[in-house]
């Protein structure tokens, strides 16, 4: 399925960072510093301004875990667990198995980074199967939510903040012991970017194991067996697309993964609670943030751009 209309934006939100071509709101996001980089994902700022009053209903879907510092706004979230509401603090979310519906009432800033499937089992915190498709506070895991919003000066830059996180997490992982996650969890992450067509059998001989062994390492360091590993990849590599937020030659490529437009709409309609139709006609500004970051990191991770160069939709 190509994109045939724009996306749909909501006029009430005014982003602080910028926008795509097609008027998506972005984030400031960028790799961690080389020396995180076994551990973290990526690193985002988000700072959008609305209405006092005004309420954005949207949702979050992340094939990661990872650690958001809620600044400011009024958020609710309907977890696995039930619905929880924040209004800031620093809360540890774990990946998804699909969408969550996620609201924010009022302005809204939002510092966070994502976590290397694997980092929980190197460092010998809780599996993160334990946390699918749940938030729970920081505390729970790595560090107080107090330590978190301490190292973050509210008159700071993003790229200030984002460097005082690295040094929270840095200390975290050197306490922690500091041992990197399994080789053949990094090696599936990368197929998981690069081909998440690709049989399992065949996923397993490239990393060089039996499928047995692929599917106890990777259920344990991404929480689900690799085939709804690489079934979210997909689905996510083609929500970015549908957003505007992916590589528009890569749009034939994205679409192919698919048998038809029937087990698209059925997929996604799955994981995301609507049609690819009604997911580009209603605005998705929260939830295209996350996919932007994700994209951004996955073209650098697969040597497509460079960290700090242009993405293809700005």
Known sequence: MQRRNRPAVDPSIAPQQGITRDGQPLSYNR??????????????????DLPKDYTVSCGLFSD??????????????????????????AFYFGPHSRRMPISVTGSFVSVG??????????LKLARVGEFLDKIVPTDVLT???????????????????????EGLVRQQVERLGGAAPDPVTA?????SLRDPGISVSDAAAECGVDRRKLERVVSRDFGLPPKQ?????????????LRGVA??????????????????IHEFTELFGMSPRQFV?????????????????RLEALHRIEPGQARPWE
Not at 67 to 81: I, L, S
Not at 113 to 122: D, L, N
Not at 281 to 297: D, M
């Open 247 to 264: 590589d528009a030659r890569e749009g034939d490529e994205i679409a192919l993964r698919y048998y038809d437009e029937s087990h698209l």
């Open 113 to 122: 980074y994502i976590i290397r499937p694997g980092t929980g089992t190197a």
């Open 64 to 89: 990661t875990a990872c650690v958001r510092v809620q600044m400011a706004g009024d958020w609710t979230a309907q977890t696995v667990d039930g619905p929880i509401t924040t209004q800031g603090g």
């Open 143 to 165: 560090a107080p939510s107090d330590d978190f919003l301490q190292a973050l000066e509210p008159d700071a830059t993003p790229e200030e903040w984002l460097q005082s996180i």
């Open 31 to 48: 790799a961690p510093a080389p020396d995180l980089a076994p551990w973290l994902g990526r690193l985002y700022v988000t700072k959008v």
């Open 187 to 191: 090696r599936f992450e990368e197929i």
């Open 281 to 297: 006609t209603r605005p998705q500004p929260i939830l295209t943030l996350a996919l932007e970051s994700r994209q951004a990191r």
């Open 229 to 241: 590993v690489l079934r979210r990849a997909r689905a996510l590599d083609m929500a970015s697309h």
